[in-house]
């Protein structure tokens, strides 16, 4: 909706590696949790039933905190210039 999270939470298969938990946190400049249990049949209910979502608390999962990678702000700016 045009607004920048707060926080990031990633579940399933690609969430295993921390590499790509670690730089989505830098790219996104928020931090990225990633929780040990899947979440797609939670969300999907929590659209379903809004009341549900406020309801839920998500398991705590590990935190990845953002921080500078060398080139990586300058890659996005190169990329947004290109294609925006």
């Not at 607004?3 to 670690?22: E, H, K």
């Not at 998500?58 to 990586?72: N, R």
């Amino acid at each position: 909706l045009g607004a920048r999270p707060a926080s990031v939470m990633i579940t399933g298969g690609m969430s295993r590696s921390d590499w790509l938990c670690s730089r989505l946190a830098a790219a996104l400049e928020v931090p990225v949790r990633r929780m040990s249990t899947e979440a797609s049949a939670r969300g999907v209910a929590a659209l379903a039933d809004p009341e549900l979502a406020s309801a839920w608390q998500p398991p705590q999962g590990q935190a990845f905190v953002p921080h500078l990678l060398p080139g990586l702000r300058q890659r996005q700016q190169r990329f947004r210039r290109e294609v925006g």
